[in-house]
């Protein structure tokens, strides 16, 4: 478990939109919450702690990149990440493997949603691209 960097070199990150940016932190947090629920199903509390403060620490950051001129959407996010982080707290003080499960969940969609989302946003400027190409091409004069 060396975190991101394992897989990612800072050069790299550097070269991520802010979207990529998103989805690894989404990854990142989901793989800390799964690696904390088999601990605590181990009876490791100290490792766990360690994973959902991490997590905890994600969460943060994704709450401290939303884009509030993005409107309404923005704020009901902030929502859900202040209740997610809530809840990390909870399930850490209580050692409660069923609220992780919950948080797990909700992170899980948020995530598939995020994904989606970007699939969509890159179709979207493809197609952009595309019709501007065309619309060049019908209107060069070729000799």
Known sequence: MGGLTTFLTNEALHQKTSQELTAILYEACLTNLENASQLMDEKNFIG????LQKASDI????????????GIIADQLDQVYNYIADKLIEANVKKDKSILEEVIKLLTMLMSSWNEAMKTKHNVQAKGIRQKTLAYE??????
């Open 138 to 143: 019908s209107n060069s004069v070729y000799e």
């Open 48 to 51: 766990a702690n360690e994973l």
């Open 59 to 70: 969460i943060h950051r994704l709450g401290a990149g939303i884009n509030y001129e993005a």
